[in-house]
T-cell receptor, first 115, second 115 residues
Framework: GAVVSQHPSWVICKSGTSVKIECRSLDFQATTMFWYRQFPKQSLMLMAT?????????EQGVEKDKFLINHASLTLSTLTVTSAHPEDSSFYIC???????????FGDGTRLSIL | QKEVEQNSGPLSVPEGAIASLNCTYS??????FFWYRQYSGKSPELIMFIYSNGDKEDGRFTAQLNKASQYVSLLIRDSQPSDSATYLCAVNNRFMIQGAQKLVFGQGTRLTINP
C-alpha cells in the first residue's frame, strides 16, 4: 500500500522550456502533497505544500510564479517549472500523505537537466 | 541550532552487527518521528515511524524515542550490505497547516555495511 507514482523520471530540455511533473497517489487519497528539491549530497529541501483544492503554500525563497503547483484532485498534483534555466537542474521529489500525522510517502523522483 | 540534527557519517558497521543511528531535535513539542532510507540516486523510502507514546519494532528495525533528551534512534539488527544507504530522520512540524504535517528533515547519516 501507499504507492506514489511520479512521472517523468528523467527530463532533459533546453533552457527556457517549461516542464511539468506529475505526482499521483495510486492506492490512497492524498489530502496533502509536498514538493521537494534535492541537490547532490544535500538533504531534501521542501519547496511547497499543496492541499487538494487549495492554493499551494510555498517555502521562503521559492518563487511561486516559477514553480506552479496544482492539486486538482485527491490523487494528483503537478509541478510546472516555468522557463527553466540550468540552475533549476535538480532532483525533484513529491510526497503524499493522507493527512494529519500520517507519514509522507515519496514518489521515485524526477531528475531534471536543463541544457 | 538546526531543528533536526544527524551525524553525517559515514558510519561503518560490519555485516551481522547492530547499526545504531541517532537524531536529535530541538522542538520539544514534536509528536511524530520518521526514519527514511535513501539509496544513492533514489528517492526516500519510509522505514519506520513512531509517535510520542512509545517505541516500535518491525523485523530487524527498532525505533526508540527519548523525549527527555529529545533524540530518536534507529537500530538495525543483523546488518546486511543491502542496508547501506543514507538514513534520514524527520520530525513533524507542530505548527500545523491545513492537512498533513510538514516534516523537518535531518541531513542524513550515510551507513555502510561491510561484508
Amino acid at each position: 500500500g501507499a504507492v506514489v507514482s511520479q512521472h517523468p523520471s528523467w527530463v532533459i530540455c533546453k533552457s527556457g522550456t517549461s516542464v511539468k511533473i506529475e505526482c499521483r497517489s495510486l492506492d490512497f487519497q492524498a489530502t496533502t502533497m509536498f514538493w521537494y528539491r534535492q541537490f547532490p549530497k544535500q538533504s531534501l529541501m521542501l519547496m511547497a505544500t499543496s492541499n487538494e483544492g487549495s492554493k499551494a503554500t510555498y517555502e521562503q525563497g521559492v518563487e511561486k510564479d516559477k514553480f506552479l503547483i496544482n492539486h486538482a484532485s485527491l490523487t494528483l498534483s503537478t509541478l510546472t517549472v516555468t522557463s527553466a534555466h540550468p540552475e533549476d537542474s535538480s532532483f525533484y521529489i513529491c510526497s503524499a500523505s493522507g493527512g494529519g500525522s500520517q507519514p509522507q510517502h515519496f514518489g521515485d523522483g524526477t531528475r531534471l537537466s536543463i541544457l | 541550532q538546526k531543528e533536526v540534527e544527524q551525524n553525517s557519517g559515514p558510519l561503518s558497521v560490519p555485516e551481522g552487527a547492530i547499526a545504531s543511528l541517532n537524531c536529535t531535535y530541538s522542538d520539544r513539542g514534536s509528536q511524530s518521528f520518521f526514519w527514511y532510507r535513501q539509496y544513492s540516486g533514489k528517492s526516500p523510502e519510509l522505514i519506520m515511524f513512531i509517535y510520542s507514546n512509545g517505541d516500535k519494532e518491525d523485523g530487524r528495525f527498532t525505533a526508540q524515542l527519548n523525549k527527555a533528551s529529545q533524540y530518536v534512534s534507529l537500530l538495525i539488527r543483523d546488518s546486511q550490505p543491502s542496508d547501506s544507504a543514507t538514513y534520514l530522520c524527520a520530525v513533524n512540524n507542530r505548527f500545523m497547516i491545513q492537512g498533513a504535517q510538514k516534516l523537518v528533515f535531518g541531513q542524513g547519516t550515510r551507513l555502510t555495511i561491510n561484508p
